[in-house]
C-alpha cells in the first residue's frame, strides 16, 4: 500500500484508482456506522474521496496512510452530523413495538441488530465516533486518540460511556417482551 500512496502522491492517476478499489468498501462501511442518512453516507464518501486526491501531494509520511485517512473519513463524517443537544444520559430510544420472546431468540434476531444500529445512531457524536472506531472498527485506543485529536484517557472515557449507554439499552430491549 505505501508504494501506491508513493505513486498516487507524485501524481499516478491509476496508482490512486487502485488505492480507491481498495478502500472504497472499508470507507462506505465507516460511514454507514457514523451517519444516519443514507444520501449523507453518499455525499461523504464522495467528499472524503476527493479530499485524498486533493491532500495527497500534502500528504507527509506515506506509511501513516490508513491513519490520515480514518482522520479524513471521521472529519467528513462530523460535517454531515446533526448538531447534538442532549446529553448522553438524557437520550431514549424509541421503544420497539410487540417485540416478544426469549432473550436468547432476540439475539438471534435481525430485529436487535437492527435495534443496536439505531441506538448507535442515536449516540452523541462525542461517544459515537470512538465507539465506532474501537469497537467496530477495533483500532487501538493510541490511534482513535491521535485520529481524533484527543486524549487516551479520554477516548476510553467516551467508549464507556457509550457502551454503558448502549447496554441500558439492549438490556430494556430483551426485558420488554
Keep these: 500500500m505505501e508504494e501506491l500512496v508513493k505513486r498516487a502522491k507524485e501524481g ?50 506515506t506509511s501513516s496512510f490508513k491513519n490520515w485517512l480514518y482522520k479524513i473519513v471521521v472529519n467528513t463524517a462530523r460535517n454531515y452530523m446533526k448538531p447534538e443537544s442532549i446529553s448522553l444520559e438524557e437520550i431514549k430510544v424509541e421503544k420497539l413495538a410487540d417485540i416478544s420472546g426469549d432473550p436468547h431468540r432476540l439475539l438471534e434476531n435481525k430485529k436487535l441488530r437492527e435495534f443496536l444500529e439505531r441506538a448507535i445512531k442515536k449516540l452523541p457524536e462525542k461517544y459515537r465516533i470512538p465507539f465506532v472506531l474501537r469497537d467496530i472498527e477495533k483500532l487501538p485506543v493510541k490511534e482513535i486518540a491521535e485520529i481524533l485529536g484527543i486524549s487516551e484517557n479520554l477516548v476510553k472515557v467516551r467508549v464507556h460511556r457509550a457502551r454503558m449507554f448502549l447496554r441500558e439499552e439492549v438490556s430494556g430491549f430483551l426485558t420488554e417482551g
Design 12 to 61: 499516478d492517476f491509476s496508482a490512486f484508482e487502485e488505492i480507491f478499489l481498495r478502500e472504497k468498501d472499508y470507507v462506505y462501511s465507516l460511514l454507514l456506522r457514523l451517519l444516519d442518512h443514507e444520501e449523507d453516507v453518499k455525499d461523504a464518501f464522495q467528499d472524503v474521496f476527493i479530499k485524498v486526491y486533493r491532500g495527497l501531494p500534502k500528504l507527509k509520511n
